[in-house]
């Protein structure tokens, strides 16, 4: 798990290959066993290949998820927010779960913000992802994760690069 989290890195580049069905479902697998508090559940994921669509979600914000239109795969994720009052924080955990678990697979993926972010109408970019896959009123969406096989490698930060004094002992000083 150490050598994962040491090597992930964001892809927003993708080689164009599409996802065999065996590691979608692997992908799948894991999202389901996502922990979520109390056991809750109140997320759900929409699995989008449809390169039309992908597009569409491409534009649902002015920055940052323009590389999704050449990602074979992306991975919305959504959320009851009657079900849980920590649906925000059970939609994260599913997020990095997936982006681990892609990395073990040898994929690329890289997180997107949905949730409180804008498109360029001023629409929320939330309301055009829920009306581009047409998700009911009563979820919310968090997040997208687009995935694929990266067209290039990135190396890992290096250790000596952390920034150690961020962790604290104890107390705050």
């Known amino acids: 798990m150490l050598d994962l989290i040491r090597n992930r890195r964001s ?3 993708f080689d164009g290959r599409p996802i065999p069905t065996e590691l979608i479902d692997l992908l799948g697998e ?19 290949d449809d390169p039309t669509l992908l597009a569409h ?4 914000k002015p920055h940052g998820a323009t590389f999704l239109k050449e990602a ?3 991975v919305v ?17 599913a997020a ?11 994929l690329g993926s890289c997180w997107i913000q949905v949730r409180k972010r804008f498109h360029d109408s ?24 687009a995935l694929g096989y990266r067209r290039e490698e ?7 690069k952390l920034d150690y004094q961020k962790i604290k002992l104890n107390r705050y000083s």
């Open 30 to 48: 894991s999202l389901l066993r996502s922990p979520t508090s109390k056991n809750n559940r109140p997320w759900e994921f929409i699995f989008v």
């Open 77 to 93: 994720i959504v959320a009851d927010e009657k079900a849980s009052d920590v649906w925000v924080e059970d939609c994260s955990i």
């Open 72 to 74: 074979p795969l992306a």
């Open 96 to 106: 990095i779960t997936l982006q681990y678990v892609a990395q073990s697979l040898d």
């Open 11 to 13: 892809a927003r580049k």
């Open 154 to 160: 990135r190396t890992g930060v290096p250790k000596e």
């Open 122 to 145: 001023g629409d929320s970019a939330e309301a055009v992802v829920r009306r581009t896959l047409e998700i009911p009123d009563h979820f919310r969406v968090a997040s997208i994760v």
């Open 57 to 60: 979600l491409a534009v649902c």
